[in-house]
């Protein structure tokens, strides 16, 4: 079955680094990664960034300036470049793609960033 699988969540402390790295199993490029989303507990999955085919990037306000999405088009891959971290960060971020052949969107399990000290 093909999913996009999210990779480099983690621990992090206040004003860390960390990527991560959303790409399709099986490397099949039926779907295509648009961008990135996170959700705490309660609330609805809310958009971080996302970027176009010609790495036109979008971004929420709550991460302009720290955080950077990126796309590899001939790997079919996207990341999430997060940098001076914030507490108010920690989340389980997912990616987000779309197989325009079935009109269906996909979405990764999630990768948990917690950030704290």
């Known amino acids: 079955q093909v999913q996009l699988v999210e990779s480099g969540g983690g621990l992090v402390q206040p004003g860390g680094s960390v990527r991560l790295s959303c790409a399709e199993s099986?490397?099949?490029?039926?779907?295509?990664?648009t961008g990135w989303y996170r959700q705490t507990p309660g609330k609805q999955r809310e958009l971080v960034a996302d970027?176009?085919?010609?790495?036109?990037?979008n971004y929420a306000d709550s991460v302009k300036g720290r955080f950077i999405i990126s796309r590899d088009n001939a790997a079919n891959t996207l990341s999430l470049q997060m940098n001076s971290l914030k507490s108010e960060d920690t989340a389980v971020y997912y990616c987000?793609?779309?197989?325009?052949?079935?009109?269906?969107?996909?979405w990764g399990k999630g990768t948990l960033v917690a950030v704290a000290s």
């Open positions: 987000h793609g779309w197989n325009a052949a079935v009109n269906m969107d996909y």
């Open positions: 099986g490397s099949l490029f039926s779907i295509y990664p």
């Open positions: 970027i176009t085919s010609g790495s036109r990037a």
